[in-house]
């Protein structure tokens, strides 16, 4: 996750980034939660929502960002809900937790499914297990930029940047890997077709996402990559009549639920 996170970048398209993060949670039944995590918590409104939902839970952001968890802390509330920097491939919690969500973070670790199986060994009994995976990482967003990194003028520097094409499994992948840690399995997946508007803005999302670690490789010649990523993607998602432009977005959900011991 090379490069800092810009919060205010990552929430030019806040409501589009919500809906995901509210359709997993709409399948998450627990029904009074008391320790809930939110694993990759970035800025900190959604994992706020997580209180509001469940009113008898202590709720906890972990994320890697400095800058994420700055603007996190304006969403701290005393003894409700706290933000701690941390990897989420690190992560270990003291106890059991009732529920563990992780919402648009686990394409960017690779080999995350065995890092879901962790996790559910730390659920408690009757805990959820909810993760939202981008699952666009064959779209012309990343297809365009994965050739710009190998491509002959920018290899010597990028092509280790290039984003993999096989970043997220697909969704049976981890409907096999929740089976297997004993939960009880939802998985799904959805495409959502996002209207946006002004100039370049497929450009403009995906400056704070899967473009970020590539230009903090470029320094002064991030501009001329961007402007040449950028002809590429007006192309490919080209403006409609009314000046919108369509982004599909493909997302993968799974849900797990341990269940209840006996007695």
């Known amino acids: 996750m090379a490069g800092s996170w810009d919060p205010a970048t990552y929430l030019r398209y806040a409501g589009e980034r919500a809906r995901p993060f509210a359709d997993l949670l709409a399948r998450v039944d627990a029904p009074d939660p008391r320790v809930v995590v939110d694993l990759g918590c970035g800025e900190g409104a959604l994992t706020a929502s997580l209180a ?8 906890t952001g972990v994320d890697s960002s400095p800058e994420m968890l700055a603007a996190a802390a304006a969403h701290a509330v005393d003894g409700r809900v706290a933000f701690v920097l941390g990897d989420v491939r690190d992560w ?24 879901l199986a962790r996790w559910a060994g730390h659920l408690a009994p009757g805990g959820r297990l909810a993760v ?4 666009n990482s064959r779209a012309p967003t990343h297809r365009l930029l994965a050739g710009l990194c190998t491509s002959p003028e920018w290899a010597g520097r990028l092509a280790d940047a290039a984003p993999p094409p096989d970043a997220v499994p697909e969704p049976d992948a981890y409907l096999d890997v929740l089976t297997a840690a004993g939960l009880a399995a939802d998985v799904w997946e959805t495409t959502y077709l996002h209207v946006l508007r002004g100039p370049d803005p497929v450009l403009t999302w995906v400056r704070s996402t899967v473009l970020r670690p590539v230009l903090a490789r470029l320094g002064d010649d991030a501009a001329a990559f961007t402007a ?12 409609r009549p009314d000046g919108s432009t369509v982004l599909p977005f493909r997302r993968v959900f799974a849900v797990g639920a341990r269940p209840v011991s006996a007695g």
């Open 52 to 59: 509001e939902r469940w009113p008898g839970a202590r709720v």
């Open 92 to 115: 270990r919690p003291d106890g059991p937790v009732d529920v563990v969500v992780s919402n648009a973070v686990l394409h960017w670790v690779p080999g995350h499914l065995g890092l």
């Open 228 to 239: 040449e990523y950028a002809a590429a993607l007006r192309e490919a998602y080209p403006a």
């Open 132 to 135: 939202q995976v981008p699952g």
